[in-house]
């Protein structure tokens, strides 16, 4: 049996409303040496149904009691025979020369683990005027990985020796979601990581989507990986008080704030971009103008936790 260049890993639960198009949108790519591994994650809608109704070849098909989507993903990598594998959710669409695109970048650019696109941006079946632009350098998605996700996770394409030196997907709660930014933090330690600055990909916004239903553990989440990305630029082997409040400010988790000294904070941060620019130096104005942009967020953020705190001490008085 012939190995394909590129195993798609589609993980499913209750999509329904969407699937067809997914599945669609991956067998009707231009670049066709690829296997479709549909990891149903115990479904009790139409799913499997509307699965059943393709006879594609290329797709492979697993049912499985629900584990959620990290458990699937791995399934459906531990599977795979690809040397990339590419990810594709069941309610976003691969537009059809996203994978020829992706597959011609990484076979061009050995260092990089792992390239993501650009997306246009759906809400339900409407297009919009939004999109997910991020940076496509890897200096600059080094640094954004500081604070965030820089990825739209169904758009990206990975090396398969990605996955043998950092692991797969975390299974741990207290780390994802979202698991695709805790994974980033690690493959970005050890490869390049890249953007194709072109629209290759739709993402759909859907009313019971993860992002929307788990928005609070999902950012508590970012914080805590967000410090340790902060603490491992900075040299320190674990995220002190500092990093964590940088984190914090810099996603407006103001919860997750804790006795803040912006003298501190602001020599911290300077700290990290300083490391960066080392590390890129032939991108150093970049770097510096990003810095002046996040370090302007976190500023404006740390403002409205003090006007907050205020407020709440005002009110508790007046109590």
Not at 2 to 29: C, D, F, R, T, W
Not at 64 to 89: C, F, M, P, T, W
């Amino acid at each position: 049996m012939n190995v394909p260049l590129i195993s798609v890993i589609l993980p499913v639960y209750n999509g329904e409303l969407y699937l067809k198009e997914a599945i669609h949108s991956i067998l009707s790519q231009t670049w066709t040496d690829t296997e479709l591994l549909i990891i149903n994650d115990g479904s009790t809608d139409e799913t499997a149904s509307i699965i059943s109704t393709f006879t594609d070849p290329r797709i492979r098909y697993f049912e499985q009691e629900n584990r959620g989507l990290s458990e699937a993903l791995n399934r459906g990598i531990v599977a795979s025979r690809g040397k990339y594998i590419a990810r594709q959710d069941s309610d976003d669409i691969s537009l059809p020369c996203r994978l020829a695109s992706q597959v011609a970048f990484l076979e061009s650019s050995p260092t990089c683990g792992i390239v993501g696109t650009w997306s246009e941006i759906w809400r339900e079946r409407q297009k919009t005027k939004k999109a997910h632009q991020h940076p496509g350098k890897n200096s600059l998605l080094q640094y954004e990985l500081l604070f965030n996700n820089p990825f739209v996770h169904s758009s990206v394409l990975i090396r398969r020796e990605v996955f043998d030196l950092v692991g797969l997907y975390s299974t741990d709660s207290s780390r994802q979601p979202p698991e695709d930014y805790e994974l980033w933090s690690r493959v970005a330690k050890r490869f390049d990581v890249a953007n194709i600055s072109e629209y290759l990909h739709i993402y759909r916004e859907t009313k019971h989507s993860i992002s929307r239903e788990k928005w609070g553990k999902i950012m508590d989440v970012v914080v805590t990986i967000s410090a340790e990305n902060l603490a491992h630029a900075a040299g320190f082997s674990s995220p002190d008080l500092h990093c964590t409040n940088i984190a914090a400010l810099a996603n407006a988790v103001f919860d997750r704030i804790w006795n803040p000294d912006i003298a501190i904070m602001r020599k911290r941060f300077q700290d990290v971009t300083d490391a960066l620019i080392q590390a890129f130096p032939a991108d150093r104005e970049l770097l510096k103008k990003r810095s002046n942009l996040r370090m302007r967020i976190i500023t404006q953020n740390y403002i409205r936790y003090r006007l907050k705190k205020f407020m709440r001490g005002t009110a508790s008085k007046k109590g």
